[in-house]
Each structure stands twice: as C-alpha cells, then as structure tokens.
C-alpha cells in the first residue's frame, strides 16, 4: 500500500517563505510524476508545480519564480520551496504521485494535504 504524508504548512506573513515535503511510503519501485496541488475554499484543486523523474518540472502560472519544485535522491520525496509568499496562495496544499510501480501499478495516489495560510 502506497501512502504519501506532507508536513511543512503553517501560518506565514506576507513575503515570507515556507517548505513543505511528502515523503511516499511502501515498497515502491519508482514514481513517475510528483506534485503539488492547492484548494482554496470554494475553489476547484488546482496543480500548484510537478516534476518527473527525469527532472522536467511545469509551474502554474502564478507561482513562478517564487515557488521551485523539487525531489530528493531518494525520488520517492518532493518538496516545494515557497517565497514571497501571497496572501492568495493560502489553501490546503496536496502532495501527488502518479504512475507509481511497487509489486503492482498504482495510477495515482494523493496525501492529505497540510494548510498553507498566508496571512498578517
């Protein structure tokens, strides 16, 4: 069983930095994709950053160049650096794994998300 645990949110003011990681536990092979995903109330999830294993990385629009996206040695972390932070980018923020091999083939998985508030 694969599971993806997040850590890292919290409360920051405008124009501070926070970092979060996810660190997929299981007997997992590889990962293909990981990512960040945020939902603000009465939002739709939207993608925040992903990069795959061969290290291309896409970034939603608004957050570029100020969020860098990235994965540890072990390929089966990733974290995001967030700076200057936005009082707008406060929202729940969801680590994804997509195209995950353990002893089987596991799609997608999601974490549980960690609150991201950015606020005075």
């Known amino acids: 069983q694969v599971q993806l645990v997040e850590s890292g949110g919290g409360l920051v003011q405008p124009g501070g930095s926070l970092r979060l990681s996810c660190a997929a536990s299981?007997?997992?092979?590889?990962?293909?994709?990981m990512g960040w995903y945020r939902q603000a109330p009465g939002k739709e999830r939207e993608l925040v950053a992903e990069?795959?294993?061969?290290?291309?990385?896409i970034y939603e629009e608004a957050v570029k160049g100020r969020f860098t996206i990235s994965r540890g040695n072990a390929k089966n972390t990733v974290y995001l650096q967030m700076n200057s932070l936005k009082p707008e980018d406060s929202a729940v923020y969801y680590c994804?794994?997509?195209?995950?091999?353990?002893?089987?083939?596991?799609?997608?998985?999601w974490g549980q998300g960690t609150q991201v508030t950015v606020s005075s």
């Open positions: 994804k794994a997509k195209g995950i091999r353990t002893s089987s083939y596991v799609p997608e998985c």
């Open positions: 299981g007997s997992i092979f590889s990962i293909n994709v």
């Open positions: 990069i795959t294993g061969g290290g291309t990385i």
